[in-house]
């Protein structure tokens, strides 16, 4: 079976940083991208950054300069390096993959919290 794993999340410091890391198992067919997610309480989840399987990346405005996404094809891995945090970052990160036959999986959700 298909499983997504996060880790990374937690409490951090505006201004701090954090790193997230996603690892895919059972997977049969390729996969074309993976992403980072983020639901704000009371909010939509809305996309942060993905990353497609030829490395082209796409961020939100609001995440721009601060955030990088990478990904690691072999491991089936992807990462999302969060650095000078702001309270407004607040959410439940979800990692998610697409594969080939254009089904997507979700990953549980880790909880970073920006506050000081």
């Known amino acids: 079976q298909v499983q997504l794993v996060e880790s990374g999340g937690g409490l951090v410091q505006p201004g701090g940083s954090l790193r997230l890391s996603c690892a895919a198992s059972?997977?049969?067919?390729?996969?074309?991208?993976m992403g980072w997610y983020r639901q704000a309480p009371g909010k939509q989840r809305e996309l942060v950054a993905t990353i497609d399987r030829f490395g082209g990346t796409n961020y939100a405005d609001s995440v721009k300069g601060r955030f990088t996404i990478s990904r690691d094809s072999a491991k089936n891995t992807v990462s999302l390096q969060m650095n000078s945090l702001k309270p407004e970052d607040t959410a439940v990160y979800y990692c998610k993959m697409r594969d080939t036959l254009q089904r997507d999986r979700w990953g549980q959700g880790t909880l970073v919290t920006v506050s000081s």
């Open positions: 059972g997977i049969t067919f390729p996969i074309i991208n």
